[in-house]
């Protein structure tokens, strides 16, 4: 379950692929398919810094948990 894994490596805040992949021990083109995948699926996102590109765990905006329940 190495997308579980990777998902698991971003719980303690944002990181770059190589951190993640440094962490799970997958390989970083591998790391960046599961990225691209949860972005489609909006369970996480990325941001620019320092001309790094972070990934983390996408928040649920207010109205996303207002109509989880509907």
Known sequence: MKNV???EALNDGPKTIEEIAEKTGIKPM????YLLRFVEQGKVESYQKE???????KEKSEEEEEFKYV
């Open 5 to 7: 894994k990777v998902l």
């Open 30 to 33: 591998e790391v960046r398919r």
């Open 51 to 57: 001309g790094k590109l972070f990934w983390k765990i």
